[in-house]
């Protein structure tokens, strides 16, 4: 079995607002965090403003229980595999419980949550380290 291969992409540093717009255009992120069971990653539709990002979810969930005022990273990306190129933005930060709506940023309280069930939680991740980068095609 033969492999091949094509020249390797450049890598390049995204600026932080270049992660916030790419953060903004996107509907699903990657939460983590060390939880009980050891490290976990969750898939989320969320949303970022006013430089947090936001998520829902049920006050029964695993987040709800393991993430409340502990450090989180939040993933997003995007690639192209005939192209092999794209990008990656990480968050690193503290999670937030937010029960009432009231201190929930305006532009996340309508966050269309894909799966089903009740998802009334708010979860707020602020980011302390927000860093990206850009694979250009080789």
Known sequence: ????RGTGGRLVELTTDECWTLLGESLVGRVAWSGHGGPTVLPVNFVATDEKIV???????????E???LPVAFEVDEFDSTTRSGWSVLARGTARLVYDGAHVPAAATDLDVWADGWRA???IIEPREL?????LPG
């Open 1 to 4: 079995m033969s492999s091949s």
């Open 67 to 69: 993430c409340d005022d």
């Open 131 to 135: 860093t990206g980068r850009r694979l």
């Open 55 to 65: 998520f829902r979810t049920s006050p029964y969930s695993a987040p709800a229980r």
């Open 121 to 123: 939680l708010h979860i």
